[in-house]
Each structure stands twice: as C-alpha cells, then as structure tokens.
C-alpha cells in the first residue's frame, strides 16, 4: 500500500513527463512552422524581385524633350 506523498509524487512525475512529451511536440511543430515560414519568404522575395523586373520592362519610355517654353 502506498502512502499519500508516494501517490502525490507518482501524479507529479505523470504530470512533468506529460508536460515534457507535449513542450518536445511543440518545438517540433514550431521548428517545422519556421522552415514553412522561411521557404515563404524566400518564395515572396523572388516574386516581388521579378514583379519590379517586368514593372520596369513595361513602363513606357518617356521622351525626353525640351519642355514648351523653351
């Protein structure tokens, strides 16, 4: 028969270990949430780097002339 402490200390160890297991699910998830996040971004950059490359290809050349008072 165990005693009131050794009853409370078994629930204590059941509840760190679960705390344990679930903090290690959660860096995993966020370390995998990182690595979308990362991907993401890079993914954003080449698309606003080629969004300024075909904005700049089809802007229209403006002439230069001399302004009418002149």
């Known amino acids: 028969m165990s005693t009131p ?7 204590l ?5 679960e705390q344990d297991r679930t903090i ?4 995993t998830e966020v ?3 990182w ?3 990362e991907r993401m971004r890079k993914k954003l950059d080449a698309l606003g780097e080629r969004f300024l490359e ?11 002339t001399k302004p009418p008072h002149w």
Request: aromatic residues 0%.
């Open 13 to 17: 160890e059941i509840i760190v270990a």
């Open 24 to 27: 290690s699910e959660l860096s």
């Open 31 to 33: 370390a995998e949430q």
């Open 35 to 37: 690595k979308t996040i």
């Open 54 to 64: 075909l904005e700049e290809q089809t802007r229209p050349e403006i002439p230069v």
């Open 5 to 11: 402490d050794e009853d409370r200390l078994i629930r």
